[in-house]
């Protein structure tokens, strides 16, 4: 695809959004390639993707602003629609994703990096939301997932003064799991992206399932929406191995499906 490249290595995939020169932003044909890109991973073979971006310094500086300057207000709602069915096609996979940001992730490239399950930094990240200074609302979910993954008070101050942070406060917040220098950012994403490919492939799948849709409910329905996910792994072979190899005091094979 034009603007996005797509690398699966054994179980794991990277997706690079590659339009370097514009700091990786978002115009329509990018939206539009990640989207046939997400459309086009194996769930078969993947088990965990990793996202990036192109270059040294930036992850992704927004959607495109100059695509944008001249949009009217169908066309405004209509590009944001697009952001946000691809970012929610990416939260609502089934499998794990992690964000290798790797520069800049501002405006609609922090909303990207938030669409995913991980986020993992390079020492060089800024996170931003800086649309109020544009003119525009965050459009592709920034009000409402930054919301809920940062303290409230923090995620409002980044949103209605467009204060940027950096990787240490992002880690210090919870916006990110780890923070490396730039070099050692995408072998700790594949090391990751590895050891979660290497579980039971359903399991995972189901994990996934129950922490997002959960926290979509009140606690009761939760927990038994949590009950049918966990009944669902059983009589799995990687239930039947993964239990029998702890039994049996040896290492599981393989888990396969
Ligand atoms: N859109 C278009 N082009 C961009 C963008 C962008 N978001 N960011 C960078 N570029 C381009 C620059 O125009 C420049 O191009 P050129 O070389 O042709 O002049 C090139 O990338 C390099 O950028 P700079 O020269 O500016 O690089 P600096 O190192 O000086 O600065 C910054 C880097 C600080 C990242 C700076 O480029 C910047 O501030 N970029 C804009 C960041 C921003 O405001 N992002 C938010 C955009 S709004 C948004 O994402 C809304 C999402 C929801 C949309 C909903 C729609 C309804």
């Avoid at 695809?1 to 020169?21: H, L, N, S, W």
């Avoid at 609302?137 to 809920?148: D, E, K, M, V, Y």
């Avoid at 039947?240 to 049996?248: C, D, P, R, S, V």
Wanted: charged share 25%; net charge negative; hydrophobic share 45%.
């Amino acid at each position: 695809m034009g603007f996005v490249k797509y690398e699966p290595q054994g179980a794991v995939a990277v997706i690079t959004i590659d339009r370097e020169k514009a700091l990786n932003a978002l115009n329509s044909e990018v939206l539009e390639d990640l989207d046939k890109v997400i459309d086009g991973v194996d769930l078969e073979t993947i088990r965990c993707l990793i996202i990036t971006g192109a270059g040294q310094k930036s992850f992704v500086a927004g959607a495109d602003i100059g695509e944008m300057s001249s949009l009217t207000q169908a066309e405004g709602e209509a590009f944001g629609k697009k952001g946000n069915a691809v970012f929610r096609k990416i939260e609502t996979l089934p499998i794990p994703v992690i964000a290798a940001v790797n520069g800049f992730a501002l405006g609609g490239g922090c909303e990207l990096s938030m669409s995913c399950d991980i986020r993992l930094a390079s020492e060089n990240a800024t996170f931003g939301q800086p649309e109020v200074g544009l003119g525009i609302t965050a459009g592709f979910g920034g009000t409402q997932r930054l919301a809920r993954l940062i303290p409230t008070g923090k995620a409002k101050e980044m949103l209605y003064a467009c204060t940027n942070i950096k990787a240490a406060d992002a880690l210090s917040w919870g916006l990110v799991n780890a923070v490396y220098p730039a070099d050692e950012l995408m072998p700790a994403a594949l090391k990751l992206a590895g050891k979660i490919a290497n579980n039971a492939p359903i399991a995972v799948r189901n994990t996934k399932k129950a922490i997002n849709d959960g926290l979509e409910m009140g606690m009761d329905d939760a927990i038994a929406f949590e009950a049918k996910q966990f009944g669902g792994c059983f009589e799995s072979a990687d239930q039947k191995e993964g239990m029998a190899a702890f039994l049996e005091k040896r290492k599981h094979e393989p888990f396969q499906n």
